[in-house]
């Protein structure tokens, strides 16, 4: 059995080391807006998104390998495939609108509509889960709502095809945050993203090879570095989630913004405009929030199991 110290121990039997969790996840929050960037710059030398889809899964999947040296094969056991596949639909579902999403608009305008997702979360708990929530939590999906609209100004502002996408994506990625929380409980972080990652490469394999456009050599090195960016921004998320309160973790993911505003300036010359980083931290705030309340019920309901 696993000591509460290992990593790769269920979340359950491991310690709340909130300076770990927070390195762990402002590393995370680096790669992913990397994850973004390296996808974008492929669109732009006309690498078709489901292409890029599948080798980013492809490198991930091959950078992972050691790792199954390693840990042999009991990183492919797993007693929740059922979820792991309702996991690998919607987790697809999500990447393959984000990287269209990705190539029409600027990173950081669709990184600040990806913060929707845990307030999604909350709705599809509700509609789907049958989960309770009460009235500050509904406020709190309210308010990232509000701040949604802050982003999109519909009426003043044309609501394109990419931003639709980044909306479509950011439900799925509510839907996929859900049941990545639910697998840390007795999965630990390599072992999620490996077997998500090993169902992703084949089945992403087709319609990659149906828009397959072959890229130059410098434009392979950018695709290849998807891989170890992707494998180690999720696996770092992972981490933290597993290593910290989930809450204070989530309070983190803001983050990413900065880090995507300062790599689409860098390398594309994109900014953001002062509303889009206002409707971005109302969105995160609430988001926070939701977590909070989130964390503070799970534990009320532990310490009345265990009282009982």
Same mark, same amino acid.
């Given at each position: 059995?696993?000591?509460?110290?290992?990593?790769?121990?269920?979340?359950?039997?491991?310690?709340?080391?909130?300076?770990?969790?927070?390195?762990?996840?402002?590393?995370?929050?680096?790669?992913?807006?990397?994850?973004?960037?390296?996808?974008?710059?492929?669109?732009?030398?006309?690498?078709?998104?489901?292409?890029?889809?599948?080798?980013?899964?492809?490198?991930?999947?091959?950078?992972?390998?050691?790792?199954?040296?390693?840990?042999?094969?009991?990183?492919?056991?797993?007693?929740?495939?059922?979820?792991?596949?309702?996991?690998?639909?919607?987790?697809?579902?999500?990447?393959?609108? !984000?990287?269209?999403?990705? /190539? =029409?608009? $600027? &990173?950081?305008?669709?990184?600040? +509509?990806?913060?929707?997702?845990?307030?999604? %979360?909350?709705?599809?708990?509700?509609?789907?889960?049958?989960?309770?929530?009460?009235?500050?939590?509904?406020?709190?999906?309210?308010?990232?709502?509000?701040?949604?609209?802050?982003?999109?100004?519909?009426?003043?502002?044309?609501?394109?095809?990419?931003?639709?996408?980044?909306?479509?994506?950011?439900?799925?990625?509510?839907?996929?945050?859900?049941?990545?929380?639910?697998?840390?409980?007795?999965?630990?972080?390599?072992?999620?993203?490996?077997?998500?990652?090993?169902?992703?490469?084949?089945?992403?394999?087709?319609?990659?090879?149906?828009?397959?456009?072959?890229?130059?050599?410098?434009? !392979?090195?950018?695709?290849? /570095? =998807?891989? $170890? &960016?992707?494998?180690?921004?999720? +696996?770092?998320?992972?981490?933290?989630?597993? %290593?910290?309160?989930?809450?204070?973790?989530?309070?983190?993911?803001?983050?990413?913004?900065?880090?995507?505003?300062?790599?689409?300036?860098?390398?594309?010359?994109?900014?953001?405009?002062?509303?889009?980083?206002?409707?971005?931290?109302?969105?995160?705030?609430?988001?926070?929030?939701?977590?909070?309340?989130?964390?503070?019920?799970?534990?009320?309901?532990?310490?009345?199991?265990?009282?009982?």
């Amino acid at each position: 059995m696993p000591q509460p110290s290992d990593p790769a121990a269920p979340a359950a039997a491991r310690p709340n080391n909130v300076l770990t969790g927070a390195l762990w996840m402002l590393a995370s929050c680096c790669f992913i807006a990397g994850i973004s960037v390296l996808a974008r710059y492929a669109a732009k030398a006309g690498v078709p998104p489901l292409q890029v889809v599948f080798l980013r899964i492809f490198f991930a999947l091959v950078t992972m390998l050691p790792l199954l040296l390693w840990r042999g094969r009991s990183l492919l056991t797993t007693s929740h495939l059922n979820l792991y596949l309702v996991r690998v639909v919607t987790g697809l579902s999500a990447m393959i609108t !984000w990287f269209i999403a990705i /190539a =029409l608009e $600027p &990173v950081g305008k669709i990184t600040a +509509i990806s913060f929707l997702a845990p307030v999604f %979360a909350t709705v599809l708990a509700v509609l789907f889960l049958g989960e309770i929530v009460h009235a500050r939590r509904w406020a709190a999906t309210l308010a990232g709502f509000a701040g949604a609209l802050v982003v999109l100004r519909p009426g003043f502002l044309e609501l394109t095809p990419g931003v639709m996408l980044a909306l479509v994506s950011a439900v799925f990625m509510g839907l996929s945050i859900t049941l990545v929380k639910r697998l840390t409980a007795t999965d630990d972080p390599d072992r999620i993203v490996f077997i998500t990652t090993l169902i992703m490469t084949p089945l992403t394999l087709g319609p990659a090879l149906w828009v397959w456009q072959w890229p130059t050599q410098h434009v !392979w090195m950018v695709l290849m /570095a =998807l891989g $170890p &960016v992707a494998t180690l921004g999720h +696996i770092f998320m992972a981490r933290a989630y597993a %290593a910290a309160d989930a809450s204070m973790i989530a309070s983190l993911d803001f983050a990413r913004l900065p880090f995507a505003v300062a790599f689409g300036y860098a390398l594309f010359g994109e900014t953001i405009d002062m509303w889009t980083w206002i409707g971005a931290g109302i969105i995160f705030i609430a988001g926070v929030y939701i977590a909070h309340r989130e964390n503070t019920i799970r534990r009320q309901r532990k310490a009345q199991q265990a009282g009982s």
